[in-house]
């Protein structure tokens, strides 16, 4: 069966040092990958996608088909990235369905 | 702008009774979903949408039911509510399915006694 894994379920690093949120798949065809993130009191909410190559918030991800890794990074992390983030996947037959992680707390310390 | 509208907010309910949460979304999104969350497992799909008139299940339906007569609603009942389902419960909306952008409700805090 097709899943995510999230393997840290809290992360916590000081502020201005470099964040790597790690997110596993297995899928042997074309996944589209996404991170969303839950920040403190607020919606879950689309972070960035693998499709569109951006970065959001200074938050960049990769897709590696080799490693099937989608890992979150940014190089110098701020107290305002404190919050809750969910890789996600979805496929050619999932129906458009949305298969989370179990997500990793991000914690920023000052 | 609403987006998606979740109610009630929170609620304690004793075990056995019926209960309905209400999902409303003003974006005339196509696909509607219901997910519950819960720590150490994450977001898990329970019932889904892709247009008004069709439902799917996900891949924790059992105990729950859904209904989509028109495009902005999509209410989720518990028929007989047990513990187990004590959660907090998060509607969502897409535009398409397969687009993998979901819109998310605020969530709804479920406590079964």
């Known amino acids: 069966a097709q899943r995510v894994t999230q393997p840290e379920k809290l992360l916590s690093v000081f502020k201005g040092a470099p964040v790597e949120l790690k997110c596993n798949y297995s899928y042997s065809g074309s996944p589209e990958l996404f991170w969303y993130v839950q920040y403190s009191r607020q919606r879950l909410q689309l972070l960035l996608r693998h499709i569109s190559r951006e970065s959001i918030k200074g938050f960049t991800a990769d897709l590696n088909k080799g490693e099937t890794s989608f890992h979150l990074k940014k190089p110098f992390a701020q107290e305002e990235d404190s919050a809750m983030y969910y890789c996600a996947l979805t496929y050619g037959g999932s129906q458009g369905n949305l298969i989370f992680g179990k997500g990793t707390k991000l914690s920023v310390k000052p | 702008i609403a987006g998606i509208t979740q109610a009630p907010t929170s609620q304690i309910l004793a075990a056995g009774r019926r209960m309905t949460l209400r999902c409303t979304q003003d974006m005339r999104h196509n696909a509607m979903y219901w997910y519950r969350q819960d720590l150490g497992l994450g977001l898990r799909l329970i019932h889904y949408?892709?247009?008004?008139?069709?439902?799917g299940k996900g891949e924790v339906p059992d105990g729950y039911s859904v209904s989509r007569a028109n495009t902005d609603d999509f209410p989720l009942t518990l028929a007989s509510a047990v513990p187990s389902q004590t959660s907090v419960y998060f509607c969502?909306?897409?535009?398409?399915?397969?687009?993998?952008?979901?819109?998310f409700g605020e969530g709804s805090r479920l406590t079964v006694l």
């Open positions: 949408s892709n247009t008004a008139g069709t439902t």
């Open positions: 969502a909306s897409s535009a398409e399915q397969n687009t993998g952008e979901l819109f």
